[in-house]
């Protein structure tokens, strides 16, 4: 073989490789369902999220019921309704959020400000440290959870009375791209291969338990991430020196 | 050698770069995973998308026709999955062969045997196809049946049907007429405007012209009232039938070109040019939640006498639901209004009109907690209550309350390397209670 063919056939093998790479680099849409659990498990709230690279977008919904009376009758039909009203694109470079009116090609921003600002949906903010806090993750252990393959790690204090009141574990999938609500706001596994995507909270005194449970994972179309790309340039184009306490890390010197 | 190297090299790149593009179409064309096509999912795409859409609001009588829930039927319509349920609704209607044909006493019961049945089939697009589907059988096979539609199989397991089926869109438009034998399509009719002259036969309105035959039509009406109780039970207390119009169709061997409108084809329209249709992505956000279905409740109140004594009553509903958490926000509302009835000369009836002169709605209220999580109800905006069309036979009350629900878990997350942190998760409500007196 003379060196242009062996050229040739290496820059083949680097096409090939772009090629796997490439399909490596995925965006996801997936749901994240809250539920208390004591004699019954009852849904308490559902986040819907797209993970887009180091971005997140999180959909914001209202919960609507509708009710008509008769007084004749005096019979009520009700219906109840989930509008998403607006989507939010998280970033954790400059932990900012930005509300987008709509999930399509034609959006507008409405808002932008602090991530731990945000109005609606799931917020992550830092509270006062009552005691030693000190806690480290266990091993992660297999668990499949809506049909979706999952790890979860108990999260053990050196304080024991605080792991006698409480057990806590994260759920996690094992996929370095994938973005989270708390990875958005820095909570990340030992091994970054993991991304941290639920809680599981039990109280045994209490009988009572607070799960996150991941659902309906499902990569996203192509005019999805053409949505989610427009959002994107239009957020690097937002003012937002002007928000309060941000200071851009781009600027920094 | 230095050729069939060339072509050894060459023949390896087409090799690799297909087996790159393969694997990259592989990883993104995977399709969604797909959810069972049951009745739980009918369900909640009938209340979480259709009844949004212009398609539903488009029947005239949309809030007095409904799938009966518990009675549906996992089947295939032209090899496409459906889910069938009886159709219940606030007018029964039927196309028999016109007065001529059928004796009334015939003409009621053909009516009464008839089946209504309303189909939800997925399509080849993963569309949702609304179609309602009527079984007229002809006055032989239902004395065969010995009058009874229950079981419309021969000896084969197969359909022996032997009648119409005409299938309708959910506002009622009919699609196509087809006359079945045995369970096998043997005529497909059309709506004409005129009927053509021909051979008339036996004086039943059955005319021939070529292998066309031509008969008139005419729709048959039963007018119900349909009652859903609090406990899910629905009843339909139906009036006596009768004839409401009459028109002709065309019956031929062959299905009509083009397929849908008036003439022929399935169920099933070949997909149409929407300019107005929306991406997937726009209708996913605005449908992203599999909807609760809807349940009914009911309460007591009375009953509104005319008479110059006003109606005065309260009643409390629940602006948020209880599956959220073991708690519900409720919200009160008094009503006070005069039903007035008189004789109209003109229109030779009874006119009622109401007039709502109290209707009021309080910002609403949070009942009942949680140990692990705290939840908050806070009203954003004052109430609004609106009083429409007063002194009107229409009047109607409407309130508004609107809020959040503020969720926070009470129990600091800890986790490695961070702050302790507070997990909170805040909801939109905007809720609406519509009154009517009548």
Not at chain 2, 136 to 149: A, C, E, G, S, V
Not at chain 2, 247 to 272: L, M, S, Y
Request: neutral net charge.
């Amino acid at each position: 073989m003379n060196k242009t063919n062996k050229l040739f056939f290496r820059f083949l093998i680097f096409l090939f490789l772009c090629g796997c790479k490439t399909s490596k680099e995925k965006f996801y849409a997936y749901t994240v369902d809250s539920y208390t659990i004591d004699t019954t498990k009852r849904l308490m709230s559902s986040s819907n999220v797209i993970s887009y690279g180091s971005y997140l977008f999180e959909f914001i919904q209202r919960v609507s019921i509708n009710n008509v009376l008769h007084g004749e009758s005096g019979s009520v039909t009700s219906s109840i309704d989930y509008d998403t009203v607006s989507v939010y694109l998280l970033e954790n470079k400059n932990k900012l959020y930005y509300s987008f009116d709509t999930f399509s090609l034609k959006n507008s921003i409405l808002k932008t400000g602090k991530l731990s600002d945000k109005e609606f949906g799931v917020r992550l903010n830092p509270s006062e440290k009552d005691t030693d806090t000190t806690v480290f993750y266990g091993p992660p252990v297999e668990v499949i959870i809506n049909k979706i393959k999952c790890f979860y790690t108990e999260v053990i204090s050196k304080n024991k009375n605080m792991n006698d009141t409480f057990e806590m574990k994260m759920t996690m999938i094992k996929n370095a791209n994938l973005n989270s609500l708390y990875k958005i706001n820095g909570a990340k596994f030992t091994d970054e291969n993991y991304c941290i995507v639920g809680l599981n909270i039990y109280l045994p005194k209490q009988r009572q338990r607070y799960i996150e449970e991941v659902d309906a994972i499902r990569p996203l179309t192509e005019k999805e991430k053409a949505i989610c790309e427009s959002m994107l340039i239009k957020s690097k184009a937002a003012v937002i020196d002007t928000i309060r306490g941000v200071a851009l890390k781009e600027k920094k010197p | 050698m230095k050729t069939l190297l060339k072509l050894f090299v060459f023949a390896s790149a087409i090799i690799l770069i297909a087996i790159s593009c393969k694997k990259m179409l592989s990883n993104e064309d995977q399709p969604a995973s797909g959810k069972t096509f049951n009745t739980a999912f009918v369900k909640n795409w009938y209340y979480g998308t259709f009844i949004k859409t212009a398609e539903w609001s488009a029947a005239a009588e949309k809030d007095k026709q409904l799938p009966d829930w518990k009675n549906g039927v996992i089947t295939t319509i032209d090899k496409l999955d459906a889910v069938v349920y009886p159709f219940i609704k606030g007018k029964h209607t039927f196309s028999l062969p016109g007065a001529n044909a059928l004796t009334d006493p015939q003409g009621k019961r053909i009516a009464a045997a008839s089946l209504s049945t309303i189909a939800f089939i997925k399509t080849a697009d993963n569309k949702i196809a609304v179609r309602e589907i009527d079984y007229i059988p002809d006055w032989q096979y239902l004395q065969r049946k010995q009058f009874d539609m229950g079981d419309m199989k021969g000896v084969n397991g197969k359909s022996d049907f032997s009648g119409m089926v005409i299938t309708k869109d959910w506002a009622g438009k009919i699609l196509s007429l087809h006359t079945q034998v045995e369970g096998k399509t043997v005529k497909y009719g059309r709506i004409v405007k005129e009927k053509k002259s021909g051979n008339t036969k036996n004086g039943d309105n059955t005319s021939s012209l070529g292998e066309c035959t031509y008969t008139t039509f005419c729709l048959w009406q039963q007018d119900c009232v349909l009652i859903i109780h609090g406990d899910g039970m629905i009843e339909n207390e139906c009036g006596a039938w009768y004839i409401v119009e009459c028109w002709e169709v065309e019956n031929c061997p062959d299905p009509p070109p083009g397929g849908g409108g008036g003439g022929g084809g399935g169920p099933i329209e070949p997909p149409a040019c929407d300019p107005n249709a929306v991406w997937p992505e726009e209708e996913q956000f605005n449908n992203y939640v599999v909807m609760q279905s809807a349940s009914e409740v009911s309460i007591n109140a009375n009953t509104s006498p005319d008479g110059q004594d006003p109606i005065t009553n309260s009643f409390v509903w629940n602006v948020a639901e209880a599956e959220y958490g073991g708690w519900t926000v409720k919200a009160n509302t008094n009503y006070s209004y005069f039903h007035d009835k008189y004789f109209d000369v003109n229109l030779n009836a009874f006119i009622h009109t109401y007039n709502l002169f109290v209707f009021a709605t309080g910002n609403g209220y949070f009942v009942g907690s949680n140990f692990t999580i705290t939840s908050t109800y806070t009203t954003t905006n004052p109430t609004v209550n609106q009083v429409i069309n007063n002194n009107t036979s229409n009047t109607q009350g409407k309130s508004h309350v609107t809020g959040t629900l503020n969720h926070v878990l009470n129990i600091q997350i800890r986790i490695p390397y961070c702050d302790p942190l507070t997990l909170s998760s805040v909801d939109q409500i905007d809720n609406s209670m519509v009154f009517n007196p009548r």
